[in-house]
């Protein structure tokens, strides 16, 4: 049971409030900037993504500029002062060439989306390939930084030279929760923190057990004095005079509630918990030069809420007595999750005058919101409103990201214009993925395409679509793209939705690849469908091999009757009928489930029989269903090669299936009686009987 719950039965309670903390980086995109290119911090700086302001850090916010400011308009305000940077921009012969040459490194190069880095990065510190990838971007020689800031600075760049990257942002991110997972497992312990990543630049943590734990620091020995000093001297008390830290409020401050053991138990915790997020602050920034926000308090909502009066480069604490004051403070459209609809919708059934979350507390009551939301929405915000949020965070498998995202927006085209950036993304896409896969040992199943077009009389409206279509399979790279860019053609062509002005594609629905190998063994197999080698034939076909091992099986007799079956003898030159295939398939099939009945099956053949037929990914079904088959033809062979293909069927044992099946024994013989077995025959399974078989087909034609 976790500590905090156990000092709460103490208390009579079923448990404590859980200690939270939201680390958000500072003007992210703006400060990597900064780091990249080893700028000072006071300089004002905004990075634009063609003429809107993308990002813009507190000394240009100085001026007045705010995010979707032109460049003009930054260049006027600050009269000239700020320093524009534009975002990376890659066109399709860059990301082609990328892909090429480097398809290991294209990825971290060039792309638009949601790429990180895998588990073994983030929850162990980060791999050498990550920690490489970012010191070639952000650790550049003093020379190298100052010639790229005297060519990037000022400089406007346009929507028709090609796609906006992301992707330097993302490799930032990435090293920067590696760095945090690895301090917290130093300083605070494995397992006693729940890590979730909200956003590129956010992050949630749950320390509650470590917290309400006295027994142990809250940082390590060596560093917890002046860690604790520097906390109290900087964390901001919300709801305090002037912007009290703790250290500032005293013993009788904020926080301190006299007479009540449990809320000091509380308070106590929160504060450990301000420890920690100075922890991590301090790592981030004295590792990477990174500076960054944090909120501490006893739910996702208010840790978010409180950090930002930490902003910047500090952090504030919410205890539980000033959440009512802090809703009352916060607007409604500043909350989390109640920025979109939900948030417009609550506002219209309030007064004109009325724009706070206390607002929704005081004003409405369940049914209120339940008419305008539905009950499960009405309930989460009447909840939030009083500062309750019961979402847990919830661990994020070495902060994977659910996504890879890649998209372009531009003028009115139609289908015959968009193949140039259907092919910028999908090459985007698909060198990532790959690069994904190889980190994280997860590949995608499907593929979103999200599309903007003109709608409307006169198509003056813009609309929002999307599909969804399978994730290509194929072994090779390039027969990856090809097939994603025809299918999103495809796709787009049957919609018929032109003119279309913006297109995105998504990579989703990530699947674990088995360690075993398995799936990689059958796109293998799918690449070069080349044998297996057979330590008695050499290298033979395998189909072949199989045949022979068929026929040797279904002449085989057991120590009862067997019903006549005809079969085709393998030495038959002639390419079989249509109906002789079907019948070697259903033999082969009736031989495996014979085979299932004595030997385990593969670890994938059991794992596919659990899980659910799925019509969105058939590959995958089919896949599976291939590796157990090859697992059974695979131990059939290995027993037939140890036995020297020896067989029984009354005549005398022979070395290869060939020859005995050409012999004059009963083995090959069309139409031949089936005879018990002698005394000295060999005892194998009886071959598949004609009810079994026939009932193969009825399924077969059925499905």
């Known amino acids: 049971m976790p500590t905090h719950q156990k000092i709460g039965q103490k208390r009579g309670r079923t448990s404590r409030p859980r200690i939270v903390l939201l680390l958000d980086l500072d003007c992210f995109y703006a400060q990597c900037e900064t780091v990249r290119l080893g700028l000072d911090k006071s300089l004002p700086l905004c990075l634009l993504q063609w003429n809107s302001a993308l990002a813009v850090n507190y000394p240009a916010r100085a001026f007045g500029i705010k995010r979707g400011d032109g460049f003009d308009e930054i260049s006027k305000k600050s009269q000239g002062q700020c320093v524009s940077l534009h975002l990376p921009v890659i066109s399709v012969e860059d990301i082609t060439a990328s892909t090429a040459a480097a398809p290991a490194t294209a990825a971290a190069q060039d792309g638009d989306g949601d790429h990180h880095a895998g588990e073994e990065e983030l929850a162990g510190g980060g791999n050498s390939e990550l920690v490489q990838s970012y010191n070639a971007t952000y650790n550049l020689p003093a020379e190298t930084r100052a010639e790229l800031f005297r060519k990037e600075k000022n400089v406007m760049r346009h929507p028709h030279e090609g796609k906006a990257s992301l992707e330097r942002y993302r490799l930032a991110s990435a090293r920067i929760f590696s760095v945090i997972t690895e301090v917290l497992t130093a300083n605070v312990g494995k397992g006693n923190f729940v890590l979730e990543r909200a956003s590129i630049d956010e992050i949630f943590l749950d320390v509650s057990d470590h917290c309400y734990n006295a027994a142990v620091p809250a940082w390590k020995e060596d560093e917890i004095e002046g860690l604790a000093d520097a906390a109290n001297k900087e964390t901001v008390v919300f709801g305090s005079n002037t912007k009290q830290t703790i250290g500032e409020c005293g013993s009788n401050g904020v926080g301190d509630n006299d007479g009540d053991d449990d809320d000091e138990e509380e308070a106590a915790a929160l504060r450990r918990g301000c420890i920690v997020a100075r922890g991590v602050r301090s790592a981030v920034f004295s590792s990477l030069g990174f500076t960054m926000s944090a909120g501490v308090s006893i739910n996702k909502t208010v840790a978010k809420l409180g950090a930002s009066y930490g902003k910047s480069d500090g952090q504030a604490v919410v205890f539980p007595e000033l959440i009512p004051k802090l809703m009352e403070e916060t607007p409604i459209r500043k909350c989390r999750n109640m920025g979109g609809k939900v948030g417009k919708a609550a506002l219209s059934l309030l007064p004109e005058?009325?724009?706070?979350?206390?607002?929704?507390?005081?004003?409405?009551?369940?049914?209120?919101?339940?008419?305008?939301?539905?009950?499960?929405?009405?309930?989460?915000?009447?909840?939030?409103?009083?500062?309750?949020?019961?979402?847990?965070?919830?661990?994020?498998?070495?902060?994977?990201?659910?996504?890879?995202?890649?998209?372009?927006?531009?003028?009115?085209?139609?289908?015959?214009?968009?193949?140039?950036?259907?092919?910028?993304?999908?090459?985007?896409?698909?060198?990532?993925?790959?690069?994904?896969?190889?980190?994280?040992?997860?590949?995608?199943?499907?593929?979103?395409?999200?599309?903007?077009?003109?709608?409307?009389?006169?198509?003056?409206?813009?609309?929002?679509?999307?599909?969804?279509?399978?994730?290509?399979?194929?072994?090779?790279?390039?027969?990856?793209?090809?097939?994603?860019?025809?299918?999103?053609?495809?796709?787009?062509?049957?919609?018929?939705?032109?003119?279309?002005?913006?297109?995105?594609?998504?990579?989703?629905?990530?699947?674990?690849?088995?360690?075993?190998?398995?799936?990689?063994?059958?796109?293998?197999?799918?690449?070069?469908?080349?044998?297996?080698?057979?330590?008695?034939?050499?290298?033979?076909?395998?189909?072949?091999?199989?045949?022979?091992?068929?026929?040797?099986?279904?002449?085989?007799?057991?120590?009862?009757?067997?019903?006549?079956?005809?079969?085709?003898?393998?030495?038959?030159?002639?390419?079989?009928?249509?109906?002789?295939?079907?019948?070697?398939?259903?033999?082969?099939?009736?031989?495996?489930?014979?085979?299932?009945?004595?030997?385990?099956?593969?670890?994938?053949?059991?794992?596919?029989?659990?899980?659910?037929?799925?019509?969105?990914?058939?590959?995958?079904?089919?896949?599976?269903?291939?590796?157990?088959?090859?697992?059974?033809?695979?131990?059939?062979?290995?027993?037939?090669?140890?036995?020297?293909?020896?067989?029984?069927?009354?005549?005398?044992?022979?070395?290869?299936?060939?020859?005995?099946?050409?012999?004059?024994?009963?083995?090959?013989?069309?139409?031949?009686?089936?005879?018990?077995?002698?005394?000295?025959?060999?005892?194998?399974?009886?071959?598949?009987?004609?009810?079994?078989?026939?009932?193969?087909?009825?399924?077969?034609?059925?499905?």
Not at 372 to 390: I, P
Not at 593 to 616: C, I, V, W, Y
Not at 645 to 668: D, F, I, L, Q, W
């Open 353 to 703: 005058d009325e724009d706070r979350m206390g607002s929704i507390a005081r004003l409405l009551s369940i049914n209120d919101l339940a008419r305008k939301l539905g009950r499960e929405t009405a309930q989460r915000v009447f909840n939030v409103a009083r500062g309750v949020d019961n979402e847990a965070v919830q661990e994020t498998k070495g902060a994977l990201t659910k996504s890879i995202m890649a998209f372009k927006s531009f003028g009115a085209t139609y289908l015959e214009g968009l193949d140039k950036w259907t092919r910028l993304l999908a090459t985007d896409v698909v060198a990532r993925v790959e690069q994904d896969s190889k980190r994280n040992e997860r590949y995608p199943k499907s593929c979103n395409i999200q599309y903007i077009f003109s709608s409307g009389l006169g198509g003056n409206e813009r609309t929002t679509r999307s599909a969804r279509i399978p994730f290509p399979k194929a072994s090779d790279r390039d027969q990856r793209l090809e097939q994603l860019v025809s299918k999103v053609t495809d796709t787009l062509a049957k919609r018929g939705d032109f003119p279309i002005h913006r297109l995105g594609l998504s990579a989703i629905d990530f699947e674990v690849q088995s360690r075993n190998g398995a799936i990689d063994a059958f796109f293998a197999k799918q690449a070069s469908p080349k044998s297996k080698k057979i330590r008695s034939e050499g290298e033979v076909d395998k189909n072949v091999a199989l045949k022979k091992a068929m026929t040797q099986f279904s002449t085989s007799t057991t120590n009862e009757e067997a019903p006549t079956s005809k079969i085709v003898s393998p030495k038959t030159e002639a390419v079989p009928s249509s109906h002789d295939a079907d019948l070697e398939y259903a033999r082969r099939l009736q031989a495996t489930l014979n085979e299932s009945a004595s030997a385990p099956r593969s670890e994938d053949f059991q794992q596919s029989q659990r899980e659910p037929k799925s019509s969105e990914d058939p590959d995958l079904e089919y896949a599976r269903r291939l590796q157990a088959s090859f697992d059974t033809e695979e131990r059939m062979l290995s027993a037939l090669d140890r036995s020297g293909c020896s067989g029984g069927g009354g005549g005398k044992s022979g070395h290869g299936s060939s020859s005995r099946a050409g012999s004059g024994s009963n083995g090959g013989a069309k139409g031949t009686k089936r005879q018990k077995p002698s005394s000295s025959s060999g005892s194998v399974a009886a071959p598949p009987s004609k009810m079994k078989i026939d009932n193969f087909f009825f399924v077969k034609k059925k499905n």
